[in-house]
C-alpha cells in the first residue's frame, strides 16, 4: 500500500523527467553537454520544508528593510506611489532595476563603456570580496541592481538562495526591479511575438539562471572556489556584450556557452571581449586567471582614461541629480508653509470680524448701560460702585460673564485711589470676592488658551462651512435646547431689555459661544460642601452601584453591592455636624441593587432593579412594595421612569432585552391579575443603560454592549429610529442633555454629545463633540447631566466635569483614599468613582466612590 512518502517521491520523479525532457527540447543537440545541466539538481531542491520557507521569509523581509535605508531620502521628498505588499518582492528606488531586467531587454543596444563600467564594477566588488578570503557565490545578473547612472550594486535575490514554489520566482517582477520606468517583466508574454520582444518571461529565465551560472567544478559536486567567480564573471560578460532577439535564441546561446562556443557576431563585432570571455570560462579551474590578473588584463585597461572620463560625469550627474531631489524637498516644504499661512491668514480673518463684532455689542451695551445710568439721580461714588454691585447680581448671567477684566496694576492704581493704603478695605467682602473673580478667571483664560483655540477654530470654520451653502441658516452649534442661546441680565425683564442681537451681531455664533466659554469660566474648583458618613464605612462590600434625588431634591438615595436603599435628607446631611449620619429610610432588597430611579410625580415611588433580573417598585414612605416585575432572564442594569408618563418604567438586562413596564398594571399582578411588561425589545448585546426622552413618553435611548446606542420610539419598535455608531467599547451609560441631544458614556475613556434628528434617520457616525481626560476601561463610573454640564468618574478616584462646548475638563476633584487604622493618607489604585448625580439644575453634585465614601460637592 503506498504512502504518502512514496507519492511524493513518484511526484518530484515525474517532476524531474519532465524538467529533464523541457530542457533537452529547448537546447536541443547541446544536451548531449559534457558537463551535464544541473537541472535534475535544480528540481530535486525544489518542495524545501515550512521551516525553510520561514526562513526564506525572514530573510526577505530583512532585505526590505535594507532596502528602505536606501528610500529614505526620496521618502522624505514624498510618499512613493507605489505600495509594497508583504508577500511581493521589495522594490527598490524608483530609478533603480534589476540587472537581470537590464541585460534581458530584447535587442538592446550594447555601449562598450557602459557595459565595461559595469562590469568593471562587478569585478572589483568580487575582488574585494576575495581580498578578505569570502567567496561570492552570487555573481548573477539578479544578485545586482543597477541605477538610472550605472551605479551597480550586491543585493543578494531570490535566485541567490534555494528556490520554493511559492518563493519569488513565482512573482512577475524581480526582487529588485519594482518600480523602474525603464523595464516591465511580466510572468508570461500576454500574446503573439510583440509581447515577448516587450520582455522575457522573469520566472523562466530565474529558473535557468542557476544553471548557466554554475561552474563545471560545481557541477561534478565540488565546493565553490574563487576561480567559480571567475567562471561565473565570464557568463556575465557574454550577457553584457550579447544582446538577444528572443527567448529561444538567449537559451540556445547560453547552452552553447558551455562548451565555449560563442556566437559568430559577437566574434566578429567584439572579439578582445569574446577572448576575454572564453580565458574566465576555461573547463580548468587552474587555468582560469586570478582576480588580480583580470584587474591588470588589456581588455579592462586599455579604456580606462574614457572610463575614468565617464564616472566623473556620471558623478556631475548624480551631484545635480541630488540637488534636484533637495530642489523638490524644499519646494514641497514650502508648499505646506504656505498652506498654513493660508490657514493662519483665514484664522486672522475671522478673528478681525468677530472682535469688530464683539467691540460693536460692547458698545451697544455700554450706551444702554449709560442710559440707565443718567436716570437716576445718583453720586458719583455710587455710580462708581454700580459696575461692582451689577456683578454681585449678575454672577450667573450671561452678561456678568462677559464683563470687562481688570488688569492687576489697573486694580491697585484705584484701590489706592479711593482707598488708604495701609487701612481695613471697607468694601464688603462680597464686592471683594466678586472684583477678584475677573482676575482668577482671566487667568483661567490665559492657562486654558490653547485648548479654547482649538475649539474656536474648528467650531468659527464649521460656521464658515454651513454660512457658504445657499439657503441654509446657520443653526447654533452650542446650544441649551431650552430656548433662546441669548438671556437679559438678571433682574431684567423682557420690556425693560430692548436688545436686538440682529442689530448687534452679524454672526450669530459669538453668542452661543461666549455663553459656552462663560460657563466654562464660571467656577474654579469643587468645594466639598459634606461628606457622608456611615456606619458601615469599614464594610468591604459597600460599593454605590446607584444614587438619585427626588422629585423635589429634598431627599438622595443611595444603593449598592450591600442590598440596601439608603434615603437621607440633604438639609440634614448640610446643615448638621455629626459623627455619624443615618439614613431617614432603609430598604432592604434580597440580591444586590444596580439601579434606582425615583417617580418624577409621586414623591415616595422609587423603581430599583437587581442583580437576580428583578425589577421593583417601592413606596418610600411606607417602606413596603407594591410592584415586581420578574420577566427578565439576567441582571438588570438600568431602570428609568418617564417625566412625561411616571406610570411608565424601562429596564434593560443582560439578557439581552430591554422591558416597558405599566406600574398600575404591575400593581394588578399582586392582586394575582397577571399583566406582565407592556412591550419587549430584543437586541443582540447585553444592554447596559435605558434614558426616555425628556419631553416624550414614546422615545428611549438603549445603550448596548456591541458599542451602539439605539433610539426606539416605542410605537414603532420593528427598527430603531436611529443607531448612534463611533464609540471603539460597551457603551455603560446614556443620559439626554436636552430633547435633541443625547450624552453616552463608554469604556473606551470617552464621552460622546450626539444631536438627534428630528425627523427618522438611519446611522450616525459623527458626534457633535467628543470629552477626553477621565480614565474609563472597565468599571461604570456614573453619568449626570445639568444644564449643560456633564459630571462623569474616573478610574483614577476622581470626578470629572465637562460642559458640553469644550472637549477638556471644566473641574475635576480627587477622593483621598484614608487608611482606616492609621487615619493617613494613602494611595489606592483600585478605587474609582462607582456613582454621580446631579441636584436638579443646580451646581451640587453627588459623589460616591467604590468604597462606600459619598461626597456632596459644589461648583464654586
Not at 541567490?160 to 511580466?186: F, I
Amino acid at each position: 500500500m503506498d504512502g504518502p512518502w512514496r507519492r511524493r517521491r513518484r511526484r518530484k520523479e515525474s517532476a524531474i523527467k519532465a524538467g529533464n525532457m523541457w530542457f533537452s527540447s529547448q537546447v536541443g543537440a547541446a544536451a548531449a553537454d559534457p558537463y551535464p545541466p544541473p537541472f535534475a539538481s535544480f528540481l530535486e531542491r525544489q518542495g524545501p520544508s515550512k521551516k525553510r520557507r520561514r526562513r526564506r521569509r525572514r530573510r526577505r523581509r530583512r532585505r526590505r528593510e535594507r532596502s528602505k535605508v536606501m528610500r529614505g531620502l526620496e521618502d522624505a521628498a514624498g510618499p512613493r506611489g507605489e505600495v509594497e505588499d508583504e508577500d511581493e518582492p521589495a522594490a527598490t528606488a524608483e530609478d533603480e532595476v534589476s540587472l537581470r531586467q537590464w541585460v534581458d531587454q530584447p535587442s538592446r543596444p550594447v555601449d562598450l563603456l557602459q557595459c565595461l563600467h559595469i562590469f568593471r564594477q562587478i569585478v572589483d566588488a568580487v575582488n574585494s570580496a576575495h581580498a578578505q578570503g569570502v567567496v561570492v557565490g552570487g555573481v548573477r545578473p539578479s544578485c545586482f541592481v543597477m541605477s538610472s547612472l550605472d551605479r551597480v550594486s550586491f543585493i543578494e535575490s531570490a535566485s541567490c538562495s534555494e528556490s520554493s514554489e511559492d518563493d519569488d520566482l513565482t512573482s512577475g517582477r524581480s526582487r529588485l526591479g519594482g518600480g523602474s520606468s525603464r523595464m516591465v517583466a511580466s510572468e508570461e508574454p500576454s500574446g503573439g511575438v510583440e509581447d515577448e520582444k516587450a520582455a522575457f518571461p522573469m520566472k523562466k529565465v530565474l529558473q535557468m539562471e542557476a544553471a548557466w551560472y554554475t561552474s563545471p567544478e560545481e557541477d561534478a559536486g565540488k565546493p565553490a572556489t574563487f576561480a567559480s567567480d571567475v567562471y561565473r564573471l565570464g557568463v556575465l560578460l557574454f550577457e553584457l556584450f550579447y544582446s538577444f532577439e528572443s527567448l529561444e535564441e538567449k537559451f540556445i546561446s547560453m547552452a552553447n556557452l558551455r562548451h565555449r562556443v560563442l556566437p559568430p557576431q559577437l566574434l566578429l563585432k567584439w572579439p578582445k571581449e569574446a577572448s576575454c570571455c572564453l580565458w574566465l570560462l576555461h573547463p580548468h579551474q587552474d587555468t582560469r586567471p586570478k582576480m588580480s590578473g583580470v584587474l591588470e588584463s588589456e581588455f579592462l585597461n586599455q579604456p580606462k582614461d574614457s572610463l575614468e572620463e565617464r564616472d566623473a560625469a556620471i558623478k556631475l550627474k548624480e551631484e545635480t541629480e541630488d540637488q534636484e531631489l533637495l530642489l523638490e524637498f524644499l519646494l514641497h516644504l514650502q508648499l505646506k508653509k504656505k498652506e498654513i499661512v493660508d490657514q493662519l491668514h483665514n484664522t486672522i480673518r475671522f478673528l478681525t470680524a468677530d472682535i469688530e463684532e464683539v467691540t460693536h455689542q460692547k458698545s451697544i451695551l455700554s450706551k444702554k448701560s449709560c442710559s440707565k445710568l443718567d436716570k437716576g439721580d445718583r453720586s458719583s461714588k455710587e455710580k462708581l460702585d454700580e459696575p461692582l454691585l451689577d456683578s454681585v447680581k449678575d454672577e450667573y448671567s450671561f452678561n456678568s460673564d462677559a464683563r470687562k477684566r481688570l488688569r492687576p496694576d489697573l486694580q491697585n492704581s484705584i484701590q489706592e485711589k479711593h482707598y488708604n493704603v495701609g487701612a481695613k478695605d471697607p468694601r464688603p467682602k462680597k464686592v471683594q470676592q466678586i472684583q477678584e473673580n475677573p482676575l482668577s478667571k482671566s487667568s483661567r483664560l490665559m492657562k486654558n488658551c490653547e485648548k479654547l483655540e482649538a475649539v474656536y477654530v474648528s467650531t468659527r470654520c464649521r460656521t464658515v462651512k454651513q454660512e457658504s451653502q445657499p439657503g441654509n441658516k446657520f443653526i447654533h452649534i452650542i446650544s441649551s435646547g431650552k430656548g433662546s442661546s441669548f438671556r437679559p441680565p438678571h433682574g431684567s425683564s423682557v420690556d425693560d431689555w430692548d436688545y436686538d442681537v440682529e442689530n448687534v451681531g452679524r454672526n450669530e455664533w459669538i453668542n452661543p459661544f461666549l455663553k459656552g466659554m462663560c460657563k466654562y469660566l464660571a467656577f474654579s474648583r469643587l468645594k466639598v460642601r459634606a461628606d457622608l458618613k456611615q456606619g458601615d464605612l469599614l464594610n468591604p462590600r459597600n460599593l454605590v452601584c446607584s444614587m438619585g434625588f427626588d422629585r423635589d431634591k429634598e431627599f438622595f438615595a443611595t444603593a449598592g453591592v450591600n442590598k440596601k436603599i439608603k434615603i437621607f435628607e440633604c438639609n440634614t446631611i448640610l446643615n448638621g455636624d455629626r459623627d455619624i449620619h443615618y439614613p431617614v429610610a432603609e430598604i432592604i432588597n434580597a440580591s444586590k441593587i444596580s439601579c434606582i430611579c425615583w417617580n418624577s410625580y409621586i414623591k415616595s415611588h422609587i423603581a430599583l432593579s437587581d442583580f437576580e433580573g428583578v425589577v421593583q417598585a417601592w413606596d418610600a414612605t411606607r417602606n413596603q412594595v407594591f410592584a415586581v416585575m420578574r420577566e427578565h432572564e439576567k441582571r438588570v442594569w438600568s431602570v428609568d421612569f418617564s417625566l412625561t408618563d411616571p406610570t411608565k418604567l424601562a429596564s434593560g438586562s443582560d439578557d439581552g432585552a430591554v422591558k416597558i413596564w405599566n406600574i398600575n398594571q404591575a400593581i394588578l399582578f399582586l392582586h394575582l391579575v397577571y399583566a406582565g411588561s407592556v412591550c419587549t425589545i430584543r437586541t443582540k448585546a447585553n444592554v447596559c443603560s435605558v434614558q426616555f426622552q425628556p419631553d416624550s413618553a414614546y422615545s428611549l435611548a438603549i445603550g448596548s454592549a456591541d458599542h451602539k446606542i439605539y433610539c426606539y420610539d416605542l410605537r414603532n419598535l420593528r427598527i430603531p429610529r436611529c443607531t448612534l455608531v463611533n464609540h471603539m467599547k460597551t457603551v455603560s451609560y446614556v443620559k439626554y442633555l436636552d430633547s435633541l441631544s443625547l450624552v453616552s458614556a463608554s469604556t473606551d475613556n470617552s464621552i460622546k454629545l450626539w444631536n438627534l434628528p428630528a425627523s427618522a434617520s438611519g446611522i450616525i457616525e459623527s458626534p457633535l463633540q467628543t470629552f477626553t481626560g477621565h480614565a474609563n476601561i472597565k468599571n461604570f463610573v456614573g453619568l449626570s447631566t445639568s444644564d449643560g454640564y456633564i459630571a462623569t468618574g474616573s478610574e483614577t478616584n476622581e470626578v470629572f466635569i465637562y460642559y458640553k462646548s469644550f472637549p477638556m475638563p471644566v473641574l475635576s476633584y480627587k477622593f483621598g483614599v484614608t487608611d482606616p487604622i492609621s487615619g493617613k493618607e494613602m494611595d489606592d489604585t483600585s478605587q474609582f468613582i462607582s456613582s454621580v448625580c446631579w441636584q436638579g439644575e443646580t451646581s451640587t453634585l453627588l459623589a460616591a466612590s467604590s468604597t462606600g465614601n459619598i461626597k456632596l460637592l459644589e461648583m464654586v
